[in-house]
């Protein structure tokens, strides 16, 4: 095992940010924390990067363990923050040098690693990192956490606020790292990338909701969900809502995902209802699960 | 139609030195619309809000927005509007109550105004239990849903909403896109980004910018029929990979 997490609690003050979170990483998988903000992913991340001491419970990183081996632990994993930690005032090259010098190693020792990485943002090796596009920063913080070799690799939230394109990119350079040999550990509020994960938690209030592969958790929903469309989205949503027999009703892109209270749910007795508040133009087709669904599920 | 257009847009362009951050861009938006403004990290968008609300003078071009000139009239623009920002959006050390107060005070409501909509605001968001609290102390989707109603405090004629939903859990997300539609059937223009694609659905029209230009403006549908994708995120893809 790459990561063993074992009822690891946190509480501040009269908040617990984690609550008996257990799970296990495999060596070389891509394993995703799957949680809104508030749900205590960085939390997790700062107890197993060892900057933050659990409440209760272990864990070990790489076979140490977060609290007696924390140096071990730093030589051995590389993180990348939610929030851009590198020094603004210092331009791209200078960061990566400077992080490569604390870790006792050299830019051209590793070089091999990041070089996909890097050379995109090799042509902006002399701005000051606070110059950089959000994409480029991104990028260059990713160099930094790898430049000494880690085996695992921690990234917070590395794709929050970023457009769906470099997002994609930034997955198949993951994807790169893991073929590698390097274990991720990944938080995202995407639901949609939890997909690329190998597997996934889904976590919220500090509490794992589930864990398992992509594929294996939207199986496990409940119940048959509904593609509901209409000519007004608004009147849709509000007729939907009102509904005396809807269980969940969430919009979904151009469909409502709708599933019914019912056992014996025939959808023309829907589309009736539908048609008595005057909307037009009706469809109703079963669909499949999303994580997303999954997700919404078990939080309600 | 013409007359309901609260958003018109000719050639608007911004140069920052020699690079155009915003290049020419032409578009309108009607009242009560959905609008989505959607674009890579770095397209522009950000830059073209700015013009919009009258805080970043263009470098050439024309705009109006509420009916008020981007040039002449943009304190105007800022008292006709409503702006939110995923960053900066309410004061986390006043409570609930207090931030309602003092933006409705910015805003020139009279107090009692300010308590008649502070009143209706706690109740339609059920905010009876946290409205004594600190901003700070709340989840990241109570945040953001008191912030659009105090962005609208003023019945502003148009919301800017800049990535309102980014990080917000799935259920508060789509519970703050029930909100958005709720303002613009009441009239309410909302002009909004977002890197979510699957919001980028619930829009009237989505505007797509790619290296400060539209590189494409129609309702979701039919740029998915002129994209030939089945998602609104393919077209993004296929659009900003150019």
């Known amino acids: ?300 | 139609m013409s007359n309901d257009k609260v958003i018109e847009v000719e050639g608007l362009t911004k140069m920052f030195g020699d690079f155009t951050a915003v290049n020419a861009i032409t578009f309108d938006v009607e009242k009560g619309e959905i609008f989505g403004f959607l674009g890579a990290n770095g397209a522009g968008k950000t830059t073209a809000m700015k013009m919009l609300i009258g805080i970043s003078k263009p470098t050439s071009g024309t705009a109006k927005v509420a009916g008020f000139d981007v040039f002449t009239n943009a304190d105007d623009i800022k008292k006709n509007i409503g702006y939110m920002s995923q960053k900066f959006a309410l004061y986390d050390d006043l409570t609930v109550k207090e931030n309602i107060t003092f933006f409705g005070g910015i805003y020139g409501l009279s107090r009692k105004r300010i308590k008649e909509k502070s009143n209706a605001l706690i109740e339609e968001l059920g905010l009876e239990e946290i409205a004594s609290k600190l901003v700070g102390s709340l989840p990241l989707g109570w945040k953001q849903k008191i912030a659009f109603s105090v962005a609208l405090l003023h019945d502003p004629k148009i919301v800017f909403l800049d990535e309102p939903t980014g990080g917000v859990d799935p259920i508060t997300r789509r519970q703050f896109w029930e909100m958005i539609y709720k303002a613009a059937n009441q009239g309410t223009t909302v002009f909004v980004t977002t890197h979510y694609m699957d919001e980028a659905e619930y829009c009237d029209r989505v505007s797509i910018m790619v290296n400060g230009i539209i590189e494409a403006l129609d309702t979701p549908k039919k740029l998915k029929e002129q994209f030939n994708a089945v998602t609104m995120n393919d077209v993004f893809l296929k659009l900003a990979r150019g």
Request: charged fraction near 25%; charge should be negative; proline fraction near 4%.
């Open chain 1, 1 to 300: 095992m790459s990561i063993t997490v074992v009822n690891i609690s946190k509480s501040y003050k009269n908040v617990k940010a984690l609550e008996s979170i257990s799970f296990d990483v495999k060596e070389g998988e891509i394993f995703g924390l799957i949680g809104p903000d508030g749900a205590g992913k960085t939390t997790l991340f700062r107890v197993l990067t060892t900057l933050l001491i659990a409440s209760e419970g272990t864990a070990t990183v790489a076979g140490y363990d977060v609290v007696n081996d924390y140096k071990s632990i730093r030589n051995s994993a590389g993180y990348m923050p939610g929030k851009f930690s590198l020094y603004q005032d210092l331009t791209v090259e200078e960061n990566l040098n400077f992080f490569a010098t604390i870790f006792g190693t050299t830019i051209e020792e590793n070089y091999d690693l990041i070089k996909d990485i890097y050379v995109q943002i090799a042509p902006f090796k002399d701005r000051r990192a606070g110059k950089l596009s959000g994409g480029m920063k991104q990028k260059l913080a990713l160099c930094c956490a790898l430049i000494h070799k880690p085996k695992v690799l921690f990234l917070d939230e590395p794709t929050t606020g970023v457009d769906p394109v470099s997002r994609k990119e930034f997955w198949e350079m993951l994807k790169r790292l893991q073929k590698k040999g390097i274990t991720i550990l990944v938080s995202t509020p995407y639901m949609d990338e939890a997909e690329l994960c190998d597997r996934i938690a889904l976590i919220q209030d500090g509490k794992i909701l589930e864990i398992d592969t992509p594929k294996a958790i939207v199986k496990h929903y409940p119940k048959p969900i509904y593609n509901i469309r209409a000519n007004n989205m608004y009147q849709l949503l509000n007729s939907l809502n009102g509904y005396e027999h809807n269980h969940s009703v969430y919009p979904f892109g151009e469909f409502v995902h709708y599933t019914d209270k019912r056992l014996d749910f025939n959808p023309k007795d829907l589309v009736q209802y539908l048609e008595s508040q005057n909307l037009l133009d009706i469809t109703v087709s079963i669909t499949e699960p999303t994580i997303e669904d999954t997700f919404m599920e078990l939080a309600k």
